[in-house]
């Protein structure tokens, strides 16, 4: 998959976070900086983290969905033990979070937010509720197509892949600057999760499979 460019001016937001000077290289060992960093301990998850429909005392809001995958090195081998994160927004489009204003109820259920440790095959497993999508404020009339954050945090503080995976068949998708910033059509279809009826429980929830491959940046390929 290749990487989307650092500025896309259709996606507002890059055209003040993407960079505007070569990278300062550092003058000492980069991988000193690993042997100091803080790392995350297997300790830190805790049993409910992975459904995030059981952290509260009450059931949340929206459709309950399953979402399983495999996080894999870009040889197809599993990533094992290694720490993922899931947040996203509710059922009615509305992170909980403070700076989140967007006149959407928020529910008292749902934090939205989990994390796992993958397991021997790389593989990972949540249960969640599928988000609604939001406007977000880029131009006129925009809104997010319904999405999940994953986070895949490496052996050490600095390595940390951050992505989405969205939902096949979303209306929004040709409108989202944020997908579209990514020109190849078969790169984007990557970030679309593959609805999967042998995950999906009866009379119970809709089963997704969206499996993650790390490579490398595209510094490290330069």
């Known amino acids: 998959m290749s990487h989307p460019p650092y500025l896309s001016p259709g996606y507002r937001s890059t055209v003040l976070r993407a960079p505007s000077q070569p990278p300062v290289r550092m003058k000492t060992d980069p991988d000193a900086i ?11 998850v805790g049993l409910v983290d992975t459904d995030l429909t059981r952290q509260h005392r009450g059931e949340p809001l929206g459709e309950r969905i399953i979402v399983t995958g495999r996080v894999l090195d870009r040889t197809g081998r599993p990533v ?11 059922a009615a489009g509305r992170y909980a979070h403070d700076l989140d ?13 989990g994390r796992c440790l993958t397991d021997d095959e790389g593989g990972y497993r949540f249960v969640t509720i599928k988000p609604g999508a939001y406007p977000w404020r880029n131009h006129h009339n925009a809104w997010r197509p319904a999405h999940l954050h994953f986070s895949v945090f490496g052996s050490a503080f600095t390595q940390r892949l951050v992505t989405q995976m969205y939902f096949p068949g979303d209306p929004i998708f040709p409108f989202d600057p944020i997908l579209q910033s990514i020109t190849a059509p078969e790169d984007r279809d990557l ?13 119970w929830a809709l089963g997704y499979r969206f499996d993650i491959v790390l490579g490398s940046t595209p510094m490290e390929d330069s």
């Open 34 to 44: 690993e042997l100091t960093s803080p790392v995350f301990g297997h300790e830190e």
């Open 101 to 113: 204003q967007h006149p959407a109820p928020l529910d008292p259920n749902f934090t939205g937010a």
């Open 191 to 203: 970030l679309v999760a593959r609805f999967d009826l042998d995950v999906t429980e009866p009379e």
């Open 80 to 90: 094992r033990g290694t720490l993922l994160e899931l947040w996203q927004a509710n």
